[in-house]
């Protein structure tokens, strides 16, 4: 089974960075797509970016799209989500996600996805 466990998340200020990790046990990554999502008290799970397994297709929604970067690395059955340009309305718990799919797809709607973290606190003080 494949498991997935997020890491980076913390307590950053406005205009700050961050990385988040999300390492893969159980299976290798190079045939899953992989995403971020968040989400924030009181909201619904939102998609932030998805990447296919080549890396060739890459999707971030608009709030985050200049600021925010997806990468993966399959040698170390890791993905990344680089956050610039923090903002509070940032302020969420970070999950990423999982899906065995073809070379060039990917998407950001949560039930499109059957792995799961955990999640990361990821908190953007004003």
């Known amino acids: 089974q494949l498991q997935l466990v997020e890491s980076g998340g913390g307590l950053v200020q406005h205009g700050g960075s961050l990385r988040l990790s999300c390492a893969a046990s159980?299976?290798?990554?190079?045939?899953?797509?992989l995403a971020w999502f968040r989400q924030a008290p009181g909201k619904e799970r939102e998609g932030v970016s998805c990447i296919s397994s080549t890396g060739k297709r890459i999707e971030y929604v608009d709030s985050v799209k200049g600021r925010f970067f997806i990468s993966r690395d399959n040698a170390k059955n890791t993905v990344y989500l680089t956050m610039h340009s923090l903002k509070p309305e940032d302020t969420a718990v970070y999950y990423c996600?999982?899906?065995?799919?073809?070379?060039?797809?990917?998407?950001?709607?949560?039930?499109?996805?059957?792995?799961w973290g955990q999640g990361t606190q990821v908190t953007v003080s004003s």
């Open positions: 159980g299976f290798t990554l190079d045939v899953y797509a």
């Open positions: 996600a999982a899906e065995v799919a073809g070379t060039n797809w990917c998407e950001t709607e949560p039930h499109e996805y059957d792995s």
